[in-house]
């Protein structure tokens, strides 16, 4: 088992940015690709960011790229969203997961993550 705990968001104005963190405990946190999913009200849950076990490897949603950096610190157990020039629409619950499938090739699909934290709410004013 892998427990994820999210902190980090909160209310930010349009243009602003927000570092989210997720902590891990229970089995090894770099045995496991992690990333970065969020959810807007009445929407489908989608990929934000990923990673591999080692941070080598990394992949972004389109609609974030170039505005975001997901991180990882394994000697933290700590895993991290920067986002930068926050629009309305990153309006969202954000996620963090871990995959052990993402291990080496970063997985986009919600089926390929094993462990999931409680979100963190993010919300981004005009």
């Known amino acids: 088992q892998v427990q994820l705990v999210e902190s980090g968001g909160g209310l930010v104005q349009a243009g602003g940015s927000l570092r989210l963190s997720c902590t891990a405990s229970g089995r090894t946190f770099n045995d496991y690709g992690m990333g970065w999913f969020r959810q807007a009200p009445g929407k489908e849950r989608e990929f934000v960011a990923g990673?591999?076990?080692?941070?080598?490897?990394?992949n972004y949603a389109a609609s974030v790229e170039g505005r975001s950096t997901i991180s990882r610190d394994n000697g933290k157990n700590t895993l991290y969203l920067q986002m930068n020039s926050l629009k309305p629409e990153d309006t969202a619950v954000y996620y963090c997961?871990?995959?052990?499938?993402?291990?080496?090739?970063?997985?986009?699909?919600?089926?390929?993550?094993?462990?999931w934290g409680q979100g963190t709410q993010v919300t981004v004013s005009s």
């Open positions: 997961a871990a995959s052990w499938s993402s291990r080496q090739v970063v997985r986009q699909h919600l089926s390929e993550y094993d462990y």
């Open positions: 990673l591999t076990w080692n941070g080598g490897r990394t």
